[in-house]
């Protein structure tokens, strides 16, 4: 992928949740729960604290990481879903 993040943002890959079946009864899309799990795309360079110096990120790309539920903003790019969340949002690397 090209472009740069900027900050301390994380670009990461979400899977659409499988159809959910139970018996003959399909959850619609709107009902389903949203991922919280995703593959680190892209990283920005770090937060940049008051005196100018730059964090290190703690995500590295191809981490797995879980994030929280309502975090970040979801992004379509060719057909792939992806979430922009900054790393304060990121509770696990796998």
């Not at 740069?4 to 009864?25: F, P």
């Not at 379509?76 to 990121?90: F, H, L, M, S």
């Amino acid at each position: 992928m090209n472009g740069r993040l900027l900050n301390d943002n994380v670009l990461v890959s979400i899977e659409e949740a499988k159809e959910t079946k139970i018996g003959s009864i399909i959850i619609p899309d709107t009902a389903k729960e949203k991922p919280q799990e995703g593959k680190v795309v892209l990283v920005g360079p770090g937060k940049t604290t008051n005196d100018g110096k730059v964090l290190p990120m703690n995500v590295k790309v191809g981490d797995t990481v879980l994030f929280e539920k309502y975090a970040g903003r979801e992004i379509k790019i060719d057909n792939e879903k992806y979430v922009i969340i900054g790393q304060d949002n990121i509770l696990l690397v796998k």
